[in-house]
T-cell receptor, first 113, second 115 residues
Framework: AQTVTQSQPEMSVQEAETVTLSCTYD???????LFWYKQPPSRQMILVIR??????QNATENRFSVNFQKAAKSFSLKISDSQLGDTAMYFC??????????FGAGTRLTVKP | DSGVTQTPKHLITATGQRVTLRCSPR?????VYWYQQSLDQGLQFLIQYYNGEERAKGNILERFSAQQFPDLHSELNLSSLELGDSALYFCASTPPSGGAEDTQYFGPGTRLTVL
């Protein structure tokens, strides 16, 4: 069974600085997808970034980028130039094609002014 | 706004009662997923429907059931409610095959409180 582990329950960062959230997963599959979702206080689940396992190039979306290490089964999220609006729970998720999505327990990120 | 709608936004009911949560997927999306998020917990997958057919089942209790209608909206029925069923219930939809069918777009959720 696929499992997703987020080892940092809480993190904080100063506004404008950079922070990295960690995620590891366990799977025997070779083709799958990885995601980071953000859940602000409004509780809405918002897709931040996605990565296809067959792509070696790390995904980037504006200030958000990932470090995907397939062999190590690691998928960390880097947030650059942190903004107050980045304060949220961040969930790492794994999905193999045609299967349901498995979520990690989440990391609560606080951006401090 | 993801394009996925859920009603109602909030629901307060008593133990033993039955409720129905409704979800309308994004236009063109065929799959609907239901998740439960209890307080301070991650999301637990409940069930998935694809074009009206049940496709996958997760940790869904026997007291819960769901269906997807011909117009592709879905309903999650929760019966014999218990205090522990209080949670945020999300639905998500994915594009049809050939698109980014791996990406789930979430609705705003329905907050259920059982008193």
């Amino acid at each position: 069974a696929q499992t997703v582990t987020q080892s940092q329950p809480e993190m904080s960062v100063q506004e404008a600085e950079t922070v990295t959230l960690s995620c590891t997963y366990d799977t025997s599959e070779s083709n799958y997808y990885l995601f980071w979702y953000k859940q602000p206080p409004s509780r809405q689940m918002i897709l931040v970034i996605r990565q296809e396992a067959y792509k070696q190039q790390n995904a980037t979306e504006n200030r958000f980028s990932v470090n995907f290490q397939k062999a190590a089964k690691s998928f960390s999220l880097k947030i650059s130039d942190s903004q107050l609006g980045d304060t949220a729970m961040y969930f790492c998720a794994f999905m193999k094609w045609g299967d349901d999505m498995r979520f990690g327990a989440g990391t609560r990120l606080t951006v401090k002014p | 706004d993801s394009g996925v709608t859920q009603t109602p936004k909030h629901l307060i009911t008593a133990t033993g009662q039955r409720v129905t949560l409704r979800c309308s997927p994004r236009s063109g999306d065929l799959s609907v997923y239901w998740y439960q998020q209890s307080l301070d917990q991650g999301l637990q997958f409940l069930i998935q429907y694809y074009n009206g057919e049940e496709r996958a089942k997760g940790n869904i209790l026997e007291r819960f059931s769901a269906q997807q209608f011909p117009d592709l909206h879905s309903e999650l029925n929760l019966s014999s409610l218990e205090l522990g069923d209080s949670a945020l219930y999300f639905c998500a939809s994915t594009p049809p095959s050939g698109g980014a069918e791996d990406t789930q777009y979430f609705g705003p959720g329905t907050r259920l409180t059982v008193l």
